[in-house]
């Protein structure tokens, strides 16, 4: 179908939606509500988009989220007016923080009621101020178009984040005409691209220079589509690669150079070789404390060079010696040809030695009993790196971590700035509806589950056929870590008493298995895959393990502590 034409006149709702069209949006997770019903009026005379009718606002907004960082494409969702709006707040919070390009769309009451404490008013722009990019009230439908493009456009480039446009009821209502800009320019607004050639020119001098230099890889580089040119320049240079959370599949783990996730919840060795670097190349991350321990004391002595879209995080952590402000994808290929070719023998050895000696400490506990590790090795293993792995917040995020394998970008989808529980069954949601030829799973908590699993509901009318594996151990399992470690065995308000998931699974009409024991796990896993709708896998798995290495609150990435020592599964 062509697209309208500028200058037709048409209601404020068939504009928003003629602009979702002009953005390529195919699909949009919303609630309906009083304030938007105008807009879900018109619904039907666009039917190049899909509205996926959700249960909750949040989970609107999670699986908006997962949309975009299994697809890299934007994710939109839609609430209604006051409590509608203020339930997108977390997922809005959610997606900003870890820079994912999501656009949010709220109806607000009639102009004339705005600040009269109407029914079902919140000031909407006003709460999400401080999470978003930008954000909008749009008091004009002639103004709705030339809104909608530019919050698209903060939405999807420099940094990548989320925008909130908020549209009063009437406006939606209020006819002008369909006016889509040419071109967006805002002023202020610059994207990066290359980097200056002097400011390459001394960072490579200094990586040529150094004899221990080591990559901090971030979630910039899968944003950025970099992981190619990430691979080329540590190849080139000899470097090793260490990955954040969210970095995780910006490099294969079988690759020579990689050396897996580092930070709280790191490897022994990732977390030693950041602190005995001499250089530092931080691409694509925020520089933040669950990744790099305690600020004063990551490694203080080593030269940092910093390449990332946003100048606000240069030096915001920890000093940095030459901020390098660019895009990945183009600043990388220009220090590939800057640099020279290394291969940093000594250096590489040195890790490899301390890897082959703590390997245990990132290894599958040994014996019978089920533990999360068990599982989630044997689900990574059978899913292979084309499926999307998500997860929620807490131990079996961690060991997802640890054992799931990530060997692709846009693999692993989980909540790392925000730590939002409950992220994990909408934004495995979104994931399949972006990727509807990939198999999707999400590692869940059995705490997480139970904040947000009436999206499978959603799976059901959608057909998404999501497989759900609940760790079930009975406890908010990272809370009681800490108070087992930190606060004297002083369990207080983190045993959970749990529904049979299995029931809940047929109540929903959906398959589900429970499963008790290793001789289960793997084929537990193979029915779930051939089952072709959702399926709930209800893994009881041990009480109280804890996950390791970790690296205490407050402590440097050098204190890391190691598991006890065990034999290899």
């Known amino acids: 179908m062509s697209p309208t034409p500028n200058g037709t006149r048409m209601s404020g709702a068939d504009i928003v939606l003629e602009c979702l069209k002009r953005l390529e949006v195919d699909t949009v997770f919303g609630y309906p509500g009083g304030a938007v019903l105008p807009l879900y009026d018109r619904f039907p005379a666009h039917p190049e988009i899909r509205h996926i009718l959700v249960r909750h606002e949040q989970g609107g907004g999670h699986a908006a989220d997962g949309y975009a960082r299994a697809s890299g494409r934007l994710g939109v969702a839609i609430g209604t007016s006051g409590p509608g709006a203020t339930n997108l707040v977390t997922a809005i919070a959610t997606a900003h923080i870890d820079s994912v390009p999501t656009l949010f769309l709220t109806g607000n009451v009639t102009r004339a009621l705005i600040g009269r404490d109407g029914f079902q008013e919140a000031d909407i722009t006003g709460i999400t101020m401080p999470t978003v990019k930008h954000n909008y009230l749009v008091m004009r439908a002639a103004d709705i178009a030339p809104t909608i493009a530019e919050a698209a456009f903060l939405a999807t480039t420099g940094r990548k984040g989320a925008v909130h446009v908020d549209i009063p ?7 002008a005409e369909f006016n889509w800009p040419d071109t967006i320019s805002i002023r202020g607004y610059r994207i990066p691209g290359p980097a200056d050639a002097e400011e390459v020119r001394r960072a490579a001098e200094v990586i040529d220079a150094a004899e221990r230099p080591v990559i901090f890889a971030g979630h910039g580089v899968i944003q950025s589509g970099a992981s190619d040119d990430l691979r080329r320049f540590a190849e080139k240079g000899g470097i090793p690669v260490l990955n954040t959370l969210l970095g995780l599949g910006s490099i294969s783990p079988d690759h020579a150079l990689s050396y897996g996730m580092m930070g709280m919840h790191g490897s022994y060795w990732a977390n030693h070789t950041a602190s005995n670097a001499d250089v530092i190349i931080g691409l694509g991350m925020r520089m933040d404390d669950r990744a790099l321990g305690r600020f004063a004391d990551m490694n203080p ?12 995080e240069h030096a915001k952590n920890l000093p940095t010696a030459h901020p390098i402000v660019g895009d990945l994808a183009q600043v990388l290929p220009q220090l590939t040809e800057a640099i020279e070719a290394r291969t940093h023998v000594e250096w590489i050895r040195w890790i490899d030695t301390m890897r082959n000696e703590h390997r245990q400490s990132m290894s599958v506990p040994s014996g019978q009993e089920l533990t999360q590790q068990f599982a989630i090795t044997k689900i990574a293993e059978f899913i292979g790196p084309e499926a999307v792995l998500t997860t929620g917040v807490g131990q079996h995020q961690m060991w997802a971590a640890q054992f799931g394998h ?9 909540s790392g700035g925000l730590g939002t529980m409950g992220f994990e ?39 998404l056929p999501v497989k759900m594996a609940i760790m079930n151990n009975g406890f908010l399992g990272m809370v009681r870590q800490w108070q087992e470690l930190f606060h004297g065995n002083n369990y207080v308000a983190v045993h959970m008493s749990q529904p049979d998931f299995v029931k809940i699974a047929e109540a929903y009409g959906i398959h589900g298995i429970r499963v008790t024991d290793q001789s289960q796990v793997e084929d537990a896993i193979r029915e779930a895959a051939a089952y072709p709708g959702p399926v709930i896998l209800d893994f ?14 407050g402590a440097a990435l050098n204190e890391t502590i190691e598991a006890p020592v065990r034999v290899t599964h």
């Open 169 to 175: 009821k009437d406006v939606f209502i209020e006819e």
């Open 301 to 312: 002595t080593a030269t940092i060079v910093h390449v990332d879209i946003d100048p606000a």
């Open 406 to 414: 990530v060997a692709r970008p846009r693999q692993f989808i989980t």
């Open 425 to 463: 069954v909408p934004a495995a949601m979104g994931a399949q509806v972006a990727c509807a030829d990939r198999a999707v799973w999400t590692i869940c908590g059995d705490g997480g589950f139970q904040m947000t699993f009436q999206e499978i509901a959603t799976m059901v009318d959608e057909r």
């Open 540 to 553: 009881q798995v041990t009480a109280e393990d804890n996950v390791w290495p970790m690296v205490p609150a």
